[in-house]
């Protein structure tokens, strides 16, 4: 019934910046807790940032912020995620996440178990 699209991966080298989307298709209607997570080769799957509904508060993961910003165009049902300052230990596959919230905690967008909608994941690999 939900389907999400991830795209903007790719090789970057260190230090440059990579912009993420993630479209949304189906029934997406009061889908409004929208996540990035990622998954490195051998590593567990880590919160990178999330975004709420129509306040749009944000929340990201410690290793990113400051070099991460998490947006949301809700009329396109699209989720974005700038990176800049990549770092080689941002390499991972990068997944897109919705859901339909359910209890009334910002800690409700940090956990991967919370989301059931993921899209495909996009490749970013950064070069040193």
């Known amino acids: 019934q939900v389907q999400l699209v991830e795209s903007g991966g790719g090789l970057v080298q260190a230090g440059g910046s990579l912009r993420l989307s993630c479209a949304a298709s189906?029934?997406?209607?009061?889908?409004?807790?929208r996540g990035w997570f990622r998954q490195a080769p051998g590593k567990e799957r880590e919160f990178v940032a999330a975004i709420s509904g129509s306040e749009r508060l944000t929340f990201y993961g410690d290793s990113v912020k400051g070099r991460f910003t998490i947006s949301r165009d809700s009329a396109k049902n699209t989720v974005f995620l700038q990176m800049n300052d990549l770092k080689t230990g941002d390499t991972a596959v990068y997944y897109c996440?919705?859901?339909?919230?359910?209890?009334?905690?910002?800690?409700?967008?940090?956990?991967?178990?919370?989301?059931?909608?993921w899209g495909q994941g996009t490749q970013v690999t950064v070069s040193s």
């Open positions: 996440a919705g859901a339909r919230p359910t209890y009334l905690s910002s800690i409700y967008y940090y956990s991967a178990n919370n989301y059931r909608y």
């Open positions: 189906g029934l997406t209607f009061n889908m409004n807790a």
